[in-house]
């Protein structure tokens, strides 16, 4: 197996890292880094070869393969040891049809892809796996650091801290104190992680981490370093094997830092150049209006993102003002004919409890995900017909504090129309019946 992978820079600077090197910056112009895979020696294999090694490895148990991320290798990290790798089964997540919810906004091929059926609950853990899997490839082969480190709104930091925990690697998360779920929260903390609770927001955490990084004293787990994307993009592969190789026709994804929109494509882009698909699906990235930047530079006509002061939002891991990959998601943008649009909290709160109601207990990030697909079903962008598949980033248990707020009214600015209580009763025959004839005279 000759397959190959290494760093180059993403604004096309020559010369290429190896993978195991600590470098996150391209060391020439300063800017991103991607992965660049040797297409030619993977098409040794056939398209019809791939998708039949692929499809025999998913959801099985020989080690690793069975992993959404690692039952892909060749095309993600081809060049890391078995004994290496650590992965906890991530991946392998629900595809399903949301009929009631796509018929209530006019559409009939409406999926989810939840990705918050994963070990950590949230697609974090798919760009972990293979960060902490090279790290520890690193660290035998001679590396020396103190530990892997990340900024976190939450769903970072519970990934990093479980696959360093299961390495046995040291693990320092800088948190925004106050901005991420109890849930998140305890995630690390239950890992054994050193977590830093600083008085800042995201992007405060970001900058020190970052600093930290190039000093030196800590290895940077964030989406900036692209061995995250790698993982991530894993995330296409799985959907378009999971329609038996087919591509929908719009992907809808929220948007924070923006390497999952970024890897979205890369894994789209990948399966069309070798062959296994002919074409990309049309992107819509969909932003918190309290977090907007790539929305207000989109829809200027801008290609350069300018920072914005992210302002509290309840979809608090998309609270990103200075989003690392927002080169990278406007290269996705542009090559898959993109949309980008927002949610005010309303909008979220209230999208967000009309899909509960078809079953879907969705987290705030979804339901941002789902106002922006509700825009452009009404501007007429997508069609009745049309196969969409919403990337669902997170569990929605991970939200119980946004769900129980919103069901007791208590948040500020935000009229729960949905919102439903428990009812009262005393332990009796009588007034439980009495109860279910109220509900149905108030339901006709
Ligand atoms: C990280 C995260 C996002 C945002 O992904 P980016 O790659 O930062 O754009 C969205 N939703 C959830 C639940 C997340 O954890
Ligand atoms: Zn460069």
Redesign the pocket.
Same mark, same amino acid.
């Given at each position: 197996m000759s397959y190959a992978a290494a760093f180059r820079c993403f604004a096309g600077c020559p010369g290429t890292h190896p993978l195991t090197q600590p470098v996150y910056r391209c060391p020439s112009c300063g800017g991103l880094l991607e992965v660049a895979h040797d297409l030619d020696a993977l098409r040794d294999r056939s398209p019809a070869a791939w998708m039949r090694l692929f499809d025999q490895r998913y959801r099985r148990t020989a080690w690793p393969y069975g992993s959404g991320v690692w039952g892909k290798r060749e095309w993600v990290a081809p060049a890391v040891p078995d004994d290496a790798i650590v992965s906890m089964d991530e991946g392998g997540s629900s595809l399903f049809w949301a009929e009631r919810y796509g018929k209530s906004i006019g559409l009939d091929d409406l999926w989810i892809k939840l !990705? *918050?059926n994963s070990h950590t609950g949230?697609?974090?853990d798919l760009g972990m796996t293979v960060l902490v899997s090279v790290v520890r490839q690193a660290v035998r082969e001679g590396l020396s650091l103190r530990a892997v480190a990340c900024a976190?709104? *939450?769903?970072?930091s519970a990934a990093l801290a479980a696959y360093g925990a299961a390495a046995g690697l040291p693990v320092v998360v800088l948190l925004p104190r106050g901005k991420v779920s109890t849930a998140q929260l305890v995630q690390p903390i239950a890992s054994g992680a050193l977590v830093l609770a600083l008085d800042t927001d995201f992007d405060g955490c970001m900058s020190i981490v970052q600093r930290l990084a190039a000093d030196g004293v800590v290895y940077l787990a964030n @989406?900036m370093n692209a061995l995250?994307i790698e993982g991530?993009k894993t995330v296409a592969f799985e959907m378009v094997q999971q329609f038996d190789w087919a591509v929908p026709d719009w992907v809808v +994804? #929220? *948007? *924070?830092?923006?390497?999952?929109?970024? %890897?979205l494509f890369a894994g789209f882009r990948m399966l069309k150049d070798l062959g296994v698909t002919t074409r990309l699906p049309r992107l819509c +990235?969909a932003q918190a209006e309290h977090a907007n930047p790539l929305y207000l530079a989109w829809s200027a006509g801008k290609r350069e993102v300018a920072p914005v002061k992210a302002r509290e939002t309840l =979809?608090s =891991? /998309?609270q /990103?003002g200075n #989003?690392? @990959?927002a080169p990278r %998601?406007i290269q996705a943008l542009e090559a898959m004919d993109g949309v980008v649009e927002q949610a005010s909290e309303e909008e979220l709160c209230d999208a967000a409890a009309r899909a509960d109601r078809t079953g879907l207990y969705t !987290? #705030?990030?979804?339901a +941002?995900a789902l106002v922006g697909l509700e825009k452009i079903v009404a501007k007429g962008l997508v069609g009745p017909k049309d196969r969409v598949v919403v990337v @669902?980033? =997170?569990s929605g248990l991970?939200f119980t504090e946004f769900k129980v707020r919103y069901h007791e009214k208590s948040l500020a600015g935000v009229d729960a129309r949905h919102a439903n209580p428990p009812v009262m009763v005393p332990a009796d025959y009588d007034h439980v019946l009495a109860a279910l004839d109220a509900h149905a005279a108030r339901a006709s």
């Open positions: !990705c *918050g949230s697609f974090k976190s709104t *939450g769903d970072t @989406s995250r991530q +994804v #929220p *948007g *924070g830092n923006l390497g999952n929109a970024y %890897a +990235v =979809a =891991a /998309i /990103i #989003p690392v @990959s %998601a !987290c #705030p990030h979804t +941002v @669902s980033t =997170a991970k």
